[in-house]
């Protein structure tokens, strides 16, 4: 991101996603990360077939994962977990 757009209150947002997103979809995403931020958001979008579905997000240093892979990482572990205390 440039100086002059983090002085300016622009943030630049990662968006990955299994399938490329609509320009609704952008739209409504972008706004929802404008009123969450209270900044003016520019969308770094890339699609990422591995994710399977739904979308993970990185706002600086924090990332929102909500796709079909994580949620699928997260039922391994809690399985292998439940395993390993029996």
Do not use: C, F, P
């Not at 770094?44 to 979308?55: A, W």
């Amino acid at each position: 991101m440039r100086n002059t757009d983090k002085y300016a209150g622009i943030i630049e947002i990662e968006v990955s996603s299994a399938t490329e997103l609509s320009d609704n979809q952008l739209d409504s995403l972008r706004t929802a990360l404008e009123a969450k931020t209270g900044k003016e958001v520019k969308l770094k979008v890339k699609q990422d077939q591995s994710l399977r579905g739904g979308i993970a997000v990185r706002i600086e240093d924090t990332v929102i994962d909500g796709t079909i892979k994580h949620k699928l990482e997260q039922l391994s572990e809690s399985l292998m977990s439940t395993k390993a205390a029996e």
